[in-house]
């Protein structure tokens, strides 16, 4: 991986099973499958994505491109700029998926024109959807910011 290789010795800690930045890998990691993934369903597949899938995609690309300049240039105050994009993006997952599973009525959806929010484009193993992967990958990279902190704490500046 590109960044893999340019993480500066500021984030590398005391050896690798220690670095401290190796949270902030994994979101990146989830974040550039996200990224692709949601690419490939509307490019290669030719899923056409509703409105709430927009927001989340709004949330999510510009985490991949954060992660990566600031794990690039060493930026320990990287999770401050990340956590409002997952914040959001987590919860307009954790909104689409109320709606997708009918556990908040259909009435107060935004997707009014266009794709449903609640059609069912994909179901792998009746039950992985394109919304679940969504909320799955947003709190991967909330929990990986959460792991940061608290091995941050062993490490300090």
Known sequence: MVVWGVVPSTLA????GDAPWAPLMVAWFVS????????FFSEVMRL??????????IC???????????????????PRYVWPLAAA???????????????IPDSITPCTTGVSC???QIEWLGFITIPL?????????????VWFRQRSKRFPA
């Not at 992967?133 to 910011?145: K, M, Q, R, V």
């Open 89 to 103: 993006g987590l919860a307009i997952a954790v909104y689409h998926n109320l709606l997708y599973y009918h556990l």
């Open 118 to 120: 609640t059609d069912r």
């Open 48 to 57: 056409p994505p509703c409105v709430l899938c927009w927001y989340q995609r």
């Open 13 to 16: 800690g005391r050896g690798a």
């Open 32 to 39: 550039l499958v996200a990224t692709m993934g949601s690419l």
């Open 60 to 78: 999510m690309y510009p985490i991949a491109l954060v992660l990566t300049v600031g794990l690039a240039s060493g930026d320990r105050h990287l």
């Open 133 to 145: 992967l969504s909320l799955t990958a947003f709190a991967i990279i909330a929990g990986c910011l």
